[in-house]
């Protein structure tokens, strides 16, 4: 694919999204119900497809994002409408949505079909059209996923062309789609490459930068319970998601029990010669080995060399200090954690900070503790913009835990680069045009009660095959054409023909 | 003004004053005359430039030429990578690029072609159209409608209008035959002596002004032609290429042509090619005699990889959809700007995005065309009716374009309606 080509399917994402942004809010319901359905019914052969494709992460986990993109999304903006006119009385002002338009979505490796399933849902849900870049790593599921959603949208009357997915995606083709003028908006989640990549382009990006997730654990804790979260929460899909925990820090009076209530639940503690072997392995020169993204902690063993029992969920790797030389430190993206004790809270919050720093600023971090002071006192000193308490942090922060926004893209805002603060939800990809009156005006805005400027202009997922306008409408075409001819004759012929032409055109696809 | 390493362009006055003098001095006039200075300079996408710097969008795009746009970007790097190589090429042998352009027009083509034999243009494309119809069937006359336009080569021209035969002495009536189009009696009648080679018709007359078949005119006529075993050359020069949201119009009827006829935007603007596609009996003189008809420009090499290109980005599904849309939009945008002045601007004959507007009076397209071009637009009269204005939207057009075309055209028809009311008055 040339990046001319690429430009074509920005090209036809225009028109469809002009056509789309008419569309009222029962046609978008609509739309939005199919999709999802068709979503969440090939949840299970997408996490096996991804998980076979790319070697990372682990079915049942994906089969669970998988629904929680799909239906799960769905559920949770059900009643909510980003179509519909708004009034707000008090303030003497009428809002009406208007969609981005054409939104390109860079999805990444680590979670390609749930990524897919979670922009399209929310283009969908706000009539914007995307065009998905998949990851070449997951080429094939996320290509498959795509057309499945398209297919299902446009079965439900959306806009043929509104959801497209570049097949032979490219470092290349990205780049020129993201600087194309075409593009209206840039949904990036990925390595700090590419986000940098779409802030540079020239286009508005919601893009987010990478989690480097520190998680502490405070002596009023209910330890055991902290525990069986974080394990669990590194555990879910091989910590793929970027808000897997990184980093455990605890005081060192409560060190050797957490130690204990780790082994307890299934960690391996690699002390000494073990953790060596393990940082090599896993760590190339400073980078991460992209091999050991989302494998289990058993195979990740076995590839450093170092034995542990059948039944290891998480390696634990206990470090000393919070520095960048510290491989530990880094984001890992794998069921790998590092544990550091401290001799204080204060210093448990500078860990933290430096955690953060080091590569996850803006994104998230959690802790476990009783204590609501101590909760405020670490949401204000540590950078960044989601802290989750006494729950695991991949679903944590994620929202399919929590009370936040379910969401595949956290942002990171001004801290971590991002204009984008909180985790992507529909509302992001709306703006809205504000009717005000002046607000000593005596309007309660009860005309405008019910009404609604969306209508649709096209006659359905596409407009119609282009016939000869004498096929359609005999009566606009005039100038001897017709001369002599009778209105009943040229009635009985148009049936036939467009009887024949719809015999021709059914198998035709788009022509 | 062009300043290039190899070539430096005069100034504007000197460029119309030589092309009087050397060139073309009727043409020249009457652009004059017309109120339209226009010296094309820069072109790009849907957009030329006078050389005076006044920027007008292409609606004429020379017949379907510039479907793709001027200059289209992967066109003209297919070409520029083929010169590094190839030239023309030699037109008595087999050739990599006339191979490979000949299998994919035969895989694209309506059921039932099988050969292609090239020309330089549409016109010899024409005549090896008619000269094929001519030796399988072994009988000469032709049959056209009035007012048809094929080309201006030999058999080309005496098969079109006498507008242009007559006036070389080219016109030939005893073996070429002119009825009424859309009249199915008529061309019974023509063709009721058994004595013809071929029927050849435009799908949609484009010179004329784009009239439509009326339904079953096409199918009716391809009958006629069975019954007394005449081929059907379909001539989609002008209609083929996607401009109808079909690769070729012929497809959207009932009907296997024996001989489809293509050109002008074959090759995105960039190198001149025509084609007739042939079905197994219109193309057996290509196995009895490989060398009855030759050409030396004809299937040129560059051409070829041109309409390699062009066919491949015009048949990509993206460019269908994006047909089917824009057409959508300038037939709902269009009845507007109908519905606004009907008396004025009659009628619209559109198939996809072949438009013929249509208005009350007889020369009403020239009115158009100048205040079209007054305001940014070029568009074209239909030379065989003035009343009605060729408006071809390319195939490629961005929905923010189509939305300025529309514009303008809505002021533009308008504008000049109150002119053209005035009695007594004519343009050019």
Same mark, same amino acid.
């Given at each position: ?51 076979? %494709? ?53 999805v ?15 283009c ?9 870049a ?58 700090s490459?590419?986000?940098?990549a ?7 990006? =919601? ?42 820090v605890? %005081? ?20 000494? %010669?073990?953790?060596v ?12 080995n992209? %091999? ?20 290891t ?19 890992? =993206? ?69 009370? =936040? ?32 009156y ?39 075409i ?25 015999? =021709? ?7 | ?83 590094g190589?190839? #030239? ?15 299998r ?19 016109g010899?494309?024409? #005549? ?32 079109? #209008? ?40 435009e ?50 009827h ?55 290109k ?92 189509? #939305? ?5 055209v ?7 309606r ?11």
């Amino acid at each position: 694919m040339t990046p001319e080509r690429a430009g074509l399917v920005l090209e036809q994402a225009r028109w469809a999204a002009r056509a789309f942004e008419t569309y009222d809010a029962a046609s978008v319901s609509r739309i939005v119900e199919a999709t999802a359905e068709a979503a969440d019914l090939a949840a299970t052969k997408y996490a096996e497809w991804a998980v076979r %494709e790319t070697g990372m992460g682990v079915v049942a986990d994906k089969v669970a994002k998988n629904k929680a993109c799909s239906s799960g999304l769905v559920d949770e903006y059900r009643n909510r409408d980003f179509v519909s006119p708004r009034l707000d009385p008090d303030r003497r002002v009428i809002e009406l949505p208007r969609p981005a338009g054409v939104v390109l979505g860079v999805v990444p490796t680590t979670n390609p079909v749930a990524s897919i399933y979670f922009k399209v849902l929310l283009c969908l849900m706000t009539r914007n059209a995307i065009v998905i870049a998949p990851h070449p790593r997951a080429k094939d599921c996320s290509v498959d996923a795509a057309r499945l959603l398209a297919a299902a949208a446009e079965a439900a009357g959306a806009p043929r062309g509104v959801i497209q997915v570049l097949e032979e995606p490219s470092i290349p083709i990205m780049e020129a789609l993201m600087s194309d003028p075409r593009t209206d908006v840039i949904l990036a989640t990925g390595g700090s490459a590419v986000v940098r990549a779409a802030y540079s382009s020239g286009n508005p990006a =919601l893009s987010v930068g990478p989690g480097n997730v520190p998680t502490f654990i405070d002596a009023s804790a209910d330890l055991p319970a902290a525990v069986r979260e974080i394990l669990a929460s590194k555990a879910f899909d091989n910590s793929v998601l970027c808000t897997n925990e990184s980093v455990l820090v605890v %005081e060192r009076s409560v060190g050797p029990a957490v130690r204990r209530e780790l082994q307890r639940a299934g960690a391996a503690i690699l002390d000494g %010669e073990d953790g060596v072997r393990l940082r090599r392995a896993m760590f190339d020169g400073g980078n991460l080995n992209p %091999e050991v993204i989302g494998r289990d902690a058993t195979w990740i063993a076995q590839l450093a060399g170092v034995s542990v029992p059948r039944s290891t969920r998480v390696l634990v790797v206990p470090f000393a200090h919070v520095v960048d030389e510290e491989l530990m430190t880094h984001e890992k =993206l794998s069921p790998v954690l590092g544990l550091v004790e401290v001799d204080s809270v204060a210093a448990a919050f500078e860990a933290c900070r430096a955690v953060v720093s080091i590569g996850g600023a803006g994104h998230s971090a959690s802790i476990h503790t009783e204590d609501p002071r101590m909760v405020m006192d670490f949401a204000a000193r540590v950078p960044v913009l989601r802290l989750t308490v006494n729950v695991g942090n991949s679903a944590g922060s994620s929202g399919l835990t929590t009370g =936040l926004a379910p969401s595949m893209t956290l942002g990171t805002g001004f801290m971590g680069g991002s204009s984008l603060g909180a985790n992507l939800q529909p509302s992001h990809l709306v703006n809205w045009t504000a009717c005000a009156y002046a607000t000593a005006s005596v309007n309660d805005l009860e005309a405008y009660r019910g009404l609604n400027p969306w209508r649709l202009t096209t006659g359905g997922p596409v407009p119609p095959w282009p016939v000869a306008s004498n096929l359609h409408e005999p009566e606009l075409i005039q100038s001897g054409a017709h001369a002599g001819v009778s209105a009943a004759l040229i009635e009985q012929i148009r049936r036939l023909v467009v009887e024949e032409l719809e015999g =021709l055109v059914g198998g035709a696809g788009s022509g | 003004m062009f300043d290039g390493n190899t070539f430096q362009s005069p100034a504007k006055s000197e460029v119309i004053s030589d092309s009087e003098t050397y060139w073309n001095p009727g043409k020249t006039r009457f652009w004059t005359a017309a109120g339209i200075d226009l010296v094309i300079d820069r072109r790009e996408g849907y957009y030329l430039w006078d050389m005076g710097g006044k920027r007008l969008i292409d609606l004429h795009l020379n017949g379907g030429t510039y479907n793709l746009g001027h200059r289209n970007p992967e066109v003209m790097a297919a070409v520029i990578d083929a010169m590094g190589r190839f #030239d023309m090429g030699n037109h008595h042998f087999p050739s990599m690029t006339r191979a490979a352009l000949s299998r994919a027009l035969i895989e694209t083509a309506p059921n039932g072609l099988t050969r292609v034999a090239f020309g330089s243009g549409g016109g010899e494309a024409v #005549d090896i159209a008619l000269k094929s119809a001519r030796h399988a069937t072994q009988k000469r006359k032709i049959v056209s409608v009035v007012k048809a336009y094929h080309g201006h080569t030999g058999l080309a021209l005496a098969t079109g #209008d006498d507008r242009f035969g007559k006036f070389f002495l080219s016109d030939r009536t005893d073996e070429f035959v002119q009825v009424p189009f859309n009249d199915l009696t008529a061309m019974e009648t023509a063709l009721a002596g058994g004595d013809v080679a071929a029927v050849i018709l435009e799908t949609i007359p484009a010179t004329y002004g784009f009239p439509l078949p009326q339904p079953g005119y096409i199918e009716g006529v391809k009958r006629l032609c069975e019954r007394v075993d005449a081929l059907y050359i379909a001539d989609e020069v002008q209609t083929g290429l996607m401009r109808t949201g079909a690769l070729w119009a012929i497809e959207k009827h009932d009907v296997r042509p024996d001989i489809l006829v293509t050109g002008k935007g074959l090759s995105g603007g960039m190198y001149p090619i025509a084609a007739a596609l042939l079905s197994d009996r219109a193309g057996a003189w290509l196995d009895e005699d490989g060398f009855a008809h030759m050409s030396t420009f004809g299937g040129a090499e560059l051409g070829c990889i041109a309409a390699l290109k062009t066919l491949e980005i015009t048949t990509r599904p993206e460019v269908g959809l994006m047909v089917h849309y824009v057409s959508d939009f300038f037939a709902t945008g269009l009845a507007e700007i109908h519905a606004d002045c009907p008396d004025w601007f009659v009628g619209i004959r559109q198939n996809g995005l072949i438009f013929g507007l249509e208005f009350n009076h007889p020369e009403g397209a020239k009115y158009v065309m100048r205040s079209l071009y007054e305001h940014g637009v070029w568009a074209i009269f239909s030379t065989l009716d003035p009343a009605v204005l060729q408006f071809k939207p390319g195939i490629l057009l961005s929905p923010e374009l189509c #939305d300025e075309i529309l514009g303008r055209v809505g002021i533009a028809v308008r504008a000049c309606r109150d002119e053209a009311a005035r009695p007594g008055r004519r343009v050019s």
